[in-house]
């Protein structure tokens, strides 16, 4: 997709402080250390638009990007390893389904797995908690430069199996080499409706 324009629009607490419903959404989600601002500045032709940090669960807030005056592209905080207190990382869960659950411009969930490693308990959860809400989700392994091209294939089909998707559902992503960003992109409008896109 080529970006005309990219632009931060605000972050979130709750539902209610999030833009007006007027836009196709697209969320992110993931662990804490999973590459999610990285990813979220490639599709956006940024380099610093969403803040990365070597530090896991910078990301405490839902923070929403317009891209094109089109879509808005929506980081939710990360969950796992964040060194953040627990008391405030039981807090997101009920922001984020809320959000999830409620915003009725909300398209399709990317959820991003590190390739190197095999999907947990909340990635499982995460799918079949979407699936119930009849919410599509589009799985991304990211972090694909840090392993050779046919190790991507090998991690790709165990990250597969483990989500039971067929190898072919999973998108390899590099935020360094820019690998799987049009796929990406493609898989996402492709949940836009026909009424956003006359939008």
């Not at 539902?15 to 836009?23: A, K, N, W």
């Not at 796992?80 to 008391?87: I, K, M």
């Not at 809320?98 to 999907?119: E, K, N």
């Not at 190790?151 to 597969?160: C, D, F, K, S, Y």
Request: proline share 6%.
């Amino acid at each position: 997709m080529l970006i005309t324009s990219a632009e931060f629009v605000t972050s979130a607490a709750r539902l209610g402080q999030c833009p007006p419903p007027e836009l196709p959404e697209f969320a992110f989600a993931g662990r804490s250390n999973v590459g999610k601002s990285s990813l979220l500045n490639t599709l956006m032709n940024r380099r610093r638009l969403a803040l990365t940090s070597a530090t896991p669960g910078k990301t405490r807030l839902i923070n929403f990007f317009r891209i094109n005056r089109r879509y808005l592209l929506v980081d939710l905080p990360g969950y796992g390893y964040a060194r953040v207190a627990e008391s405030e990382r039981r807090s997101w869960r009920p922001m984020v389904e809320s959000y999830l659950a409620g915003r009725q411009t909300l398209r399709a969930v990317a959820l991003l797995v590190d390739i190197r490693r095999t999907p947990g308990p909340e990635e499982e959860l995460l799918l079949h908690w979407l699936d119930r809400r009849s919410i599509p989700a589009v799985v991304v392994a990211t972090k694909t430069d840090k392993i050779s091209r046919r190790a991507q294939e090998t991690r790709r089909a165990l990250i597969a199996d483990g989500l039971a998707l067929s190898p072919e559902e999973v998108i390899l992503f590099s935020a360094k080499t820019r690998q799987g960003r049009q796929e990406l992109w493609q898989a996402l409008t492709g949940y836009a409706a026909p009424e956003d896109e006359r939008a």
